[in-house]
């Protein structure tokens, strides 16, 4: 069914078929099994931190707020700006926004009792995968959630856990595919940033994610990042690329070993970075100094 509502464009909404159809089967198997779930509306908490004191807070931020620090920087920082950059190209999504957008979604609902929340990139390809391509399918998700919280309470729960497995595979199936897509395109990018995309991996499977943010990062390092960063520390570029909060970083610190590409068929002698007159180094290329053409003028000046 997922694949044939695929094949079938982006306007059949599989995602949200199959949850239907999956919330009639729980119902359905609470029923059989004489657990009867009565509905009822409850109101939101107005302020959840009463009672609250200094033991609390040091406890949360020791126990939860610190150990979940590299996991939030990675999947709901850094692994949704690439993810997004790849899916929407046109999207501007950076950082900083994207760290701004998860602090104040937790300052905003802890008040009132709300669970830790944050982006990931799991939902973002889940939702694409799906068929999500605008923003509003994310107001319409959240929506729909706030509005059955309120009309149906906590008893909502006990449905959601009698949810059959198998649908939840399929839908888990294809957002972990939409995911897989994504490390092929790393690997595309080169052996150095695919070399470092598997050490980071293999390192949050078999350890902790706390550990695997730290061998990733001393992969990238020992790689060559940190010459690199040295370098636009020293030409002060990284200073202000961490500043401005841009997507994209600087074309130094960026990894990749893939070839450059062929020049096209009947091109000039020169022209794949061989001759002389057509040859543009690696710093020219990172500075934007403009490329001397044949005569002496400067690229985008001459005449055709």
Known sequence: FVLASRHAGERVPSALILFSVG????AGQLAYAGEPVRFRPVAPALWAL?????TDATR???DAALPQLPLTTLN??????HLAKQLAPEAKVTPRSVACSVGLINLLGCPFGAMPCCHGAGGLAAQHAFGARRGVSVLFLGGCKMLLALALGGPLVSLLGAF???L?????????VELARAGVRLAAAGEEAATVGLVTAAATLSLRTGVGCAV????????????RACKLLWQGELLQWLREGDAEP??????????PPAPPAGAPAGAAGGGAAGSVSTAEAERGEPRPRAGGAEEGTGTV
């Open 216 to 227: 990733g990062l001393l992969a990238a390092l020992a790689s060559g990042g940190l010459g």
């Open 76 to 81: 709901s920082v850094v692994s949704v700006c």
């Open 50 to 54: 009463s009672g609250v004191d200094g």
């Open 23 to 26: 919330v009639l089967l729980a």
């Open 164 to 166: 059959p497995a198998p």
């Open 168 to 176: 939840l595979g399929v839908m888990l199936l294809f957002s972990g």
């Open 250 to 259: 600087p074309p130094l610190l960026r990894a990749s070993s893939a070839p």
């Open 60 to 62: 949360a931020l020791l």
